[in-house]
């Protein structure tokens, strides 16, 4: 079992940029597929990013496209969200989570069966 703790949030001014952390423990990055989701008050889990452990393309959610980026340090075992162009909409509290890597990158949160305590980000107008 992987334990993941997530470090970085706060508040921010909309179009300014944040890194956010997820340290993993108990086991390597390396044999997961380590993703983000994040729940806005009211609203469902939604999948932001996801990468394999091992290497690879990274996998988007529609509404993070091309403004995040997902990326891993193996060697520190510990998972970013670089997060660029932020905007209100961003505002969540945002987990980080992992599957085991058996060649597929899941997108749904009831998939994934190790979650960290989240870290909230807001973002003001």
């Known amino acids: 079992q992987v334990q993941l703790v997530e470090s970085g949030g706060r508040l921010v001014q909309a179009g300014t940029s944040l890194t956010l952390s997820c340290a993993a423990s108990?086991?390597?990055?390396?044999?997961?597929?380590m993703g983000w989701f994040r729940q806005a008050p009211g609203k469902d889990r939604e999948f932001v990013a996801a990468?394999?452990?091992?290497?690879?393309?990274?996998v988007y959610g529609d509404s993070v496209k091309g403004r995040f980026t997902i990326s891993k340090d193996n060697g520190k075992n510990t998972v970013y969200l670089q997060m660029n162009s932020l905007k209100p909409e961003d505002t969540a509290i945002y987990y980080c989570?992992?599957?085991?890597?058996?060649?597929?990158?899941?997108?749904?949160?009831?998939?994934?069966?190790?979650w960290g305590q989240g870290t909230q980000v807001t973002v003001s107008s």
């Open positions: 108990g086991r390597t990055v390396s044999t997961y597929v």
């Open positions: 989570a992992a599957h085991i890597n058996a060649g597929i990158v899941y997108t749904r949160s009831y998939l994934y069966p190790n």
């Open positions: 990468v394999r452990g091992s290497g690879g393309s990274a």
